[in-house]
């Protein structure tokens, strides 16, 4: 080998430029990797900041008590209970099968979907939230559950609030039920509260008032290992109670009015004549709000809406009904402010009136002879008012009705609420594309025809002609908040018009009401009281029209849905009304013999309690 002096200085050279470029090469990295540190910590360390703390805290809502309703006199109504929900958790299950079997020998469960949620959780990776596999267990379930689970890892038992109605069915139909909430609910102010499976009302009361009933929910932060494990509570707000509601109705006099019914199609509304408060609101069919609150199946759903009695419809407010008889004095007072009647002037009545051709017939066979006004309406004759409701016109009837208050809602705030329908010439053109005929004003004169009301505005009715003919609008609510704190709302009587008619003809049909249950021949003398004078109206409303070989045969020979209404509509006492009441009994006969003794017996009541009072 020949030695190179120059050998030492090319190789450092060589040696130099590759350390520069290594140099180079890794400044530029170490800027890269600077770059992207401060792009993640400077510029979007704060994001990232909230979402390492949100993988460290979970938050957990706590779900509000619902506000409790009470009647009038504060006697409580609907309340909250604990439910208690069994539960596993997925990540201390040692053996699915084992535990599955185990807990299925304590409670009814549904094996295979308990097994899906358990196994749907653990492919989600979340092994410490808890499945839920049976709802609202009884105390004999829990019984059981509870001297068993130390032997069953991963069972746990959680209590939740549930809606409870003590008295079941009482009231059902004002106070309403609870649903889980539709998506269509979500966005809505009443419902800022909620989320997606949360009960809220449906129906009456409950959903009248579920913006102030729900309560406000509480949360919690809850500290979280990366598994999901819970370590430790960081933060609790607890959750407000709703408000609660107190009802103008007395208990008592519910149960009474639904007592009356006794399980028979119809419906029952008790008001206050001075004021509009709603005493008592029962409709028969009913059904158990509580079996909603804890989750109605598709298949109960079912049962119910497809039910041929209806139970979920409310009769008091939305069964639109003929009214028969009663509607005879809305045509009175029609006839004495028009001046078409006389109230002294006698007319016969022979059984029968024939008009066109049809003979219009009386409900009492041999007639009443010779009657005037104040007869006829105690008596009820309807051949009076086949001739009177001829004289005064289809017209000039339903604008005095309109103006009495039907034919339109009564403004109750409870929802599903019907109008009735009065008729007149112009609506059955409209409707029917035909012309009236003189012969239908005599059917509606004695409030059949086409005419429809509903048990409600008949209350509201006779509340006004015993008050000075103010019409109230009817409330159910006395007032919301807690005891002792400023009330959300409290009811004030709101008057939505007056009648306007002269005091002397409502004092005339106001002495003919008396003498329906007073005198003897009165109609409505089932429903006298021996302390307290009634006033009072029976009707009865055929649902449909006899052929004339058959208008004398048995009630009992009828099908039930051919048979007619029973109506009575009364206040008492008489001089200074504190009540006054509706009856509509479905297809059970004469208002007489059926809706009157009804009255007697809730106003007996109802009075007795105010003495013991």
């Not at 006199?73 to 099968?97: A, H, M, T, W």
């Not at 049976?134 to 809606?163: H, N």
């Not at 199946?297 to 039910?307: A, I, P």
């Amino acid at each position: 080998m020949v030695w190179r002096p120059d050998f030492d200085t090319l190789e450092t050279e060589i040696y130099q430029k590759r350390l520069t470029r290594l140099t180079f090469f890794v400044l530029i990295v170490f800027g890269v990797l600077f770059v992207r540190l401060w792009f993640l910590q400077i510029v979007n360390g704060a994001g990232y900041r909230t979402q390492s703390e949100n993988n460290r805290i979970d938050l957990r809502d706590v779900l509000p008590f619902r506000g409790l309703i009470f009647d009038r006199n504060g006697q409580l109504l609907v309340d909250n209970r604990p439910s208690f929900i069994l539960g596993v958790i997925p990540e201390d299950i040692r053996d699915l099968d084992g535990l599955i079997e185990d807990v299925s020998r304590l409670v009814e469960v549904d094996s295979l979907s308990a097994k899906d949620k358990i196994k749907e959780a653990l492919k989600k990776c979340d092994p410490f939230n808890p499945v839920y596999i049976k709802k609202d267990l009884t105390r004999d379930e829990l019984a059981r559950i509870e001297t068993s689970i130390l032997s069953m890892p991963g069972v746990i038992i959680e209590a939740k609030p549930k809606r409870h109605y003590l008295y079941s069915t009482l009231a059902a139909h004002l106070i309403g039920y609870l649903g889980e909430i539709g998506k269509e609910q979500f966005g809505r102010e009443e419902y800022k509260e909620n989320r997606l499976g949360d009960f809220v009302g449906k129906f009456g009361v409950e959903k009248k008032w579920q913006r102030y009933l729900n309560g406000i929910r509480g949360g919690q932060q809850v500290e979280i290992d990366a598994s999901g494990r819970r370590l430790r509570v960081l933060y609790q707000k607890a959750a407000e109670p709703g408000f609660n509601v107190y009802l103008t109705i007395d208990k008592d006099l519910q149960m009474l009015a639904e007592a009356a019914l006794c399980n028979r199609a119809g419906a029952i509304v008790a008001m206050r004549p001075d004021t509009g408060e709603i005493l008592a609101m029962a409709s028969s069919p009913t059904f158990n709000p509580n079996n909603f609150a804890k989750g109605m199946d598709k298949e109960g759903w079912e049962r119910l809406v497809s039910d041929p009695c209806f139970p979920l419809q409310n009769r008091a407010i939305s069964g639109q009904y003929p009214p028969g008889s009663l509607f005879k004095v809305v045509v009175a007072l029609a006839g004495l402010e028009e001046g078409v009647i006389d109230p002294n002037e006698e007319i016969f009545c022979g059984g029968s009136y024939s008009f066109k051709g049809r003979i219009y017939r009386d409900w009492k066979e041999e007639g009443h002879g010779y009657v005037d006004l104040h007869r006829a309406l105690v008596e009820s004759c309807d051949v009076y008012f086949y001739k009177i409701g001829q004289m005064i016109g289809i017209d000039t009837i339903a604008k005095y009705a309109k103006r009495l208050g039907f034919d339109c809602e009564t403004g109750l705030q409870l929802g599903d609420e019907k109008s009735g329908l009065i008729p007149n010439k112009a609506w059955k053109l409209r409707r029917w594309n035909a012309p009236w005929e003189e012969g239908e004003t005599l059917s509606v004169a004695v409030g059949q025809s086409f005419t429809l009301i509903t048990p409600i505005q008949i209350a509201r009715f006779m509340a006004a002609l015993f008050n000075g003919s103010a019409l109230f609008r009817p409330q159910v609510t006395k007032w919301v908040g807690r005891e002792g704190k400023e009330r959300i709302f409290e009811f004030k009587p709101d008057v939505v018009g007056y009648w306007g008619l002269k005091k002397e003809n409502i004092e005339f049909v106001k002495r003919a009401l008396i003498g329906v249950v007073n005198e003897p021949h009165g109609t409505g003398k089932r429903a006298r009281l021996d302390q307290i004078r009634v006033a009072g109206k029976t009707g009865t409303a055929q649902v449909i029209a006899l052929p004339e070989e058959k208008e004398s045969v048995e009630e009992r020979d009828i099908p039930y849905e051919f048979r007619d209404h029973a109506w009575f509509a009364a206040v008492a006492p008489a001089e200074n009304p504190v009540i006054a009441l509706a009856i509509l009994v479905e297809h059970s006969g004469l208002g007489g013999a059926v809706a009157a003794p009804i009255a007697r017996s809730i106003l007996e009541g109802y009075f007795n309690k105010v003495k013991a009072l």
